[in-house]
């Protein structure tokens, strides 16, 4: 089997590591800066790439991009840099200068041994290059000290030794006692005395020094503390012997200048053009930036050039369109609209050639004047040939023309949203002429990008220009209105609409055909598709604002004029959202608190009584009260209800019941209310209503009313003498039963059930019931048919939210007014914008000029307002008092509309309004 084949960084790595054996020199396959491995094929293609190691090293900083460029450096650069650096001169130096440059490495001695400080490896020889070596070696090269050295004092071992006398030194150390051995007694010296310092006016005397090494001055016969007998010599230092490279113990060394020495013997290949401008500064040449090569390729007329420009400028005046101005790069604005204009060849067969000559373009055809424009082009492009289009097969040479000239469309048309670069080029001549051009093309299917490219620059472009109405680019742009091709007529409608904003003259719109206003009208009814729909209020409202204009449609179009007006009314409320406020004009009414605690029935009773303390209280407490942060209730109350009904059963301790009522309602909380005698309450809850069990399922009571007993409170279900059962029941089922038998005492037979044919004297004393007020005689059957009318409703009496598990207290509730509005599109100065307040415009700019024209005794008979608006009358009212947004404008064209009618006494009268119908 054949051994799977090595990748290129594999052969590369083992290459390397045959070179390094043969050098003896260690290498590492996978060495690492920081933890992170460097793969070395990647890092020598790089610095090749470069210009080698010598030329990464000589430009300050660029070993340290390089790093970068690995993904090192985020922290610690220089370190890191410095690893990256010593990698590649340890591992890859050496190779480079055999296999890329073709020379002769330097030895390992003064390569791959010394640091990567410094460069310019290349010219290193043994001969020329210094190694650096230690302070030990110089010494035993030069065999004595420098005078430097011998002047130095080394370090004082220790702070405690004493000054001689007479030391010169400014600060001297104060003299201490030696402390005595512990085993010793103290014995003060008694000849000692404390020294008096005065500071030195004479040049002081070196004070000798402790240590015995170090008596370097007091060694010299001319000093006068010279004695022999405290002379020392010199102790020998060790010499350290290197020995010397012989074929018998480092083979490996004289095989290598072998192989070298054959390898020189060889005729040399010839040099590669790059290696003869090694030595010539400046050898990186790394050429102009993107933006300047674009910039001449597009100026080069070559092919190519042009191509790779078109395709990175498409890219660039997308992403960085913010930052790439025209006025920054001189001759592209004119590169790219000479580019454009080739449109012509391919449709007309004509190349137009730029002329910045005063009179070009004067007689020759296919010249523009770039300096002040080209007359009567407009006329010359409407008689242009067209090339024949009679099927949808193109070749592929026309295809990628087509291509490049939508590329150079789309850069012009991309850089212009800038609005420096709108402004900038609207100075320019030849843009108008390119326009005039480019708008008139025939109407074909494979230039729709290209068109689409043109109008959007028009769009940028035409605010800055004051356009009359026999202008060639106006004229261009208002035959695209008719268009079926919804994106033309969008642009051109926009292009039209925003002529002269930059102008202080304001734009008159004039010379439409009105054909076209009809077209505008018409699209006025395309409810999808709001752009169009702006765009056509947009060129209707500043049309309407002329009175020619108003005029020739008044005499010439008033049908458009019926059909448009109810439109606009419509329009209105167009995307409205309907609202309403409402106002509270009377408060409801609420049962009053109940305080009676209710008493757990049996069946619930025997529930409780599975559950062991605290859990059986806490169970209680919620069967028995509810939440309520407004209400309170005595703690010896509630204490007393619970252990009254389980004080048989061990209930838990009154402190820790109270405690424990805290811990089951988050609204509960024990208080002290002070005064003559303190109340100890819990604020926060109150007793329920509506009985509920262990599941928060409501339970039925019986409001069967029975004689008051003295000293029992009444409650809010009772009435005066009487009170309420007040029995608790699970279903509805018990609570009939226990109706029949309790209170209409219907006896049971031997079977259980309830002697339905059984007369008697009945009476129902339901809570609230009138139907059978008084006793009367009946069966059985009819009282209990009717007493269960009552269970039913049992549950409806009791109005309990089994939901939120509350009880609905409200015995009426809140009354409130509610006014309608509705509100349209506004901008984030709540200044109303969008579709339905440019209609509103429209209708005044209509009202104003209609009772203009009808005030005018000299046009005749025309039309006037109740003619145009008498029927959108009832709309315009219902949009008034309902319209928040638009109320302003509305009111401003109401008021119009009645003056008209106070003058001329047409029906304009107010609709009838309904209570509540103005907000």
């Known amino acids: 089997m054949a051994p799977p084949p090595r990748t290129e960084e594999e052969a590369f790595l083992d290459q390397l590591a045959t070179f390094h054996e043969a050098r003896g020199t260690a290498f590492d396959r996978e060495p690492k800066v920081s933890g992170r491995p460097v793969k070395l094929l990647e890092l020598y293609k790089t610095v090749l790439r470069e210009g080698g190691y010598d030329v990464l090293s000589a430009e300050r900083m660029r070993w340290r991009q390089l790093a970068k460029e690995f993904g090192l450096g985020h922290h610690h650069e220089a370190a890191m840099t410095f690893q990256l650096k010593t990698i ?23 390569l791959e041994n010394l640091t990567a400080k410094g460069g310019d490896v290349r010219k290193r020889t043994l001969d020329n290059f210094n190694v650096p070596g230690s302070r030990e070696t110089g010494l035993l090269v030069d065999g004595v000290e420098s005078a430097e050295d011998e002047q130095k004092t080394p370090r004082t071992k220790s702070t405690i030794e004493a000054e001689e006398a007479g030391s010169g030194g400014r600060y001297p150390t104060r003299q201490l006692r030696q402390d005595p051995k512990r085993t010793q007694l103290f014995q003060p010296d008694l000849g000692s005395t404390r020294r008096m ?20 001055s007091s060694i010299d016969p001319r000093n006068t503390n010279f004695t022999l007998d405290k002379y020392q010599p010199r102790q020998p230092m060790a010499m350290a012997l290197r020995p010397v490279v012989t074929p018998g113990n480092n083979a490996e060394i004289f095989r290598q200048r072998v192989a070298a020495a054959r390898a020189n013997a060889f005729p040399k290949s010839a040099l590669e053009p790059q290696q003869a401008l090694k030595h010539v500064p400046g050898v990186v040449m790394r050429g ?55 449109i012509s060849t391919l449709i007309h067969g004509i190349k137009w050639t730029v002329s910045y000559e005063e009179d070009a373009g004067l007689q020759d055809g296919d010249v523009l004047n770039g300096s002040f424009g080209t007359e009567g082009l407009y006329e010359r492009v409407q008689n242009l040939p067209v090339l024949a289009d009679t099927d949808f097969l193109e070749p592929a040479e026309f295809s990628h023309k087509l291509v490049k000239l939508n590329e150079a469309a789309l850069v012009i048309r991309n850089m212009l949203m800038l609005e420096e670069n709108a402004f900038f080029l609207s100075k320019f001549s030849l843009l108008r002429d390119f326009l005039i051009i480019a708008i008139n093309l025939p109407q074909q299917e494979r230039l729709v990008e290209y068109r689409q490219y043109v109008l959007d620059i028009a769009e940028q472009i035409t605010k800055f220009w004051e356009l009359e109405s026999t202008s060639p680019i106006y004229l261009s742009l208002l035959k695209n209105l008719t268009s079926e091709d919804r994106g033309v007529v969008l642009s051109s409608a926009r292009a039209i609409a925003r002529i002269g904003m930059e102008s202080p003259r304001p734009n008159r719109l004039t010379n439409i055909p009105l054909p076209t206003i009809r077209t505008l009208a018409s699209y006025l009814l395309l409810d999808s598709d709001d752009e169009i729909m702006l765009a056509s209020l947009d060129l209707l409202y500043q049309y309407t604002a002329l009175p020619e204009n108003m005029t020739l449609m008044l005499t010439s179009e008033s049908t458009v004029l019926r059909h448009i007006i109810p439109r606009l009314v419509s329009l209105l409320l167009h995307n409205a959202q309907a609202q309403e406020v409402k106002l509270k004009v009377k408060e409801g009414q609420r049962m009053a608190p109940s305080t009676i605690i209710p008493v757990v029935p049996d069946e619930l009773y025997n529930q409780l009584l599975l559950h062991l303390e605290p859990d059986r209280s806490t169970k209680w407490l919620r069967c028995c009260f509810e939440e309520a942060p407004n209400e309170d209730i005595t703690q010896i109350a509630i204490w007393q209800a619970y252990q009254g009904r389980f004080q048989s059963n061990g209930p838990i301790p009154a402190a820790d019941f109270i405690k424990n009522v805290s811990v089951t309602f988050s609204t509960a909380q024990a208080q002290v209310i002070n005064g003559t005698n303190p109340r100890f309450i819990i604020k926060g809850i109150r007793p329920r209503r509506v009985l509920v069990n262990t599941k928060g399922e409501p339970l039925h009571q019986c409001l069967w009313q029975v004689a008051a007993q003295s000293g029992n409170e009444q409650s809010a279900q009772s009435s005066a003498g009487f009170q309420s059962c007040g029995l608790w029941h699970s279903s509805s089922k018990d609570l009939w039963k226990h109706m029949v038998k309790d209170h209409l005492s219907i006896p049971l037979m031997g079977d259980g059930k309830f002697d339905a044919t059984a007369q008697g004297s009945y009476q129902c004393r339901w809570l609230g019931c009138t139907k059978y007020a008084t006793t009367i005689e ?43 509005y509705v509100t349209t599109l506004q901008d984030e100065k709540n200044t109303p914008t969008g579709i339905p307040y440019m209609a509103v415009l429209v209708l005044k700019n209509l009202a104003r000029h209609i009772i203009r024209q009808q005030q005018n005794s000299q046009l005749g008979e025309i039309l006037v307002v109740e003619d145009l608006f008498g029927e959108v009358k009832e709309q315009l009212w219902h949009n008034f008092i309902l319209h928040k947004t638009l109320r302003y404008e509305l009111d401003h064209l109401m008021s119009m509309l009645y003056k008209a009618n106070g003058e001329r006494g047409s029906n304009l009268d107010h609709p009838r309004v309904s209570d509540g119908g103005i907000s």
């Open 88 to 110: 590649y001169y340890k591992y890859l130096t050496a190779y480079e200068i055999k296999y890329h440059w073709g020379e002769e490495p330097p030895p390992p001695e003064i």
């Open 197 to 216: 310092f005065s500071r030195a006016t004479n040049s002081p005397q070196a004070s000798p020094t402790p240590q015995q090494h170090q008596q370097s």
């Open 288 to 342: 102009p930036n993107i933006y300047i090569r674009c910039l001449y390729g597009l100026r080069s007329e070559i092919r190519e050039e042009q191509e790779f420009a078109l395709h990175h400028l498409v890219k660039v005046s997308f992403e960085r369109g913010d930052k790439y101005k025209f006025e920054g790069f001189p001759q592209l604005a004119e590169s790219l609209l000479e580019k454009a204009l080739e």
């Open 778 to 820: 009946t069966s059985a059957r009819v009282a209990g048919l009717h007493v269960r009318l009552h269970v039913n409703n049992s549950s409806k009496a009791t109005d309990l939210d089994t939901a939120a598990g509350k009880f609905n207290d409200m015995i009426q509730d809140d009354e409130f007014v509610r006014h309608p």
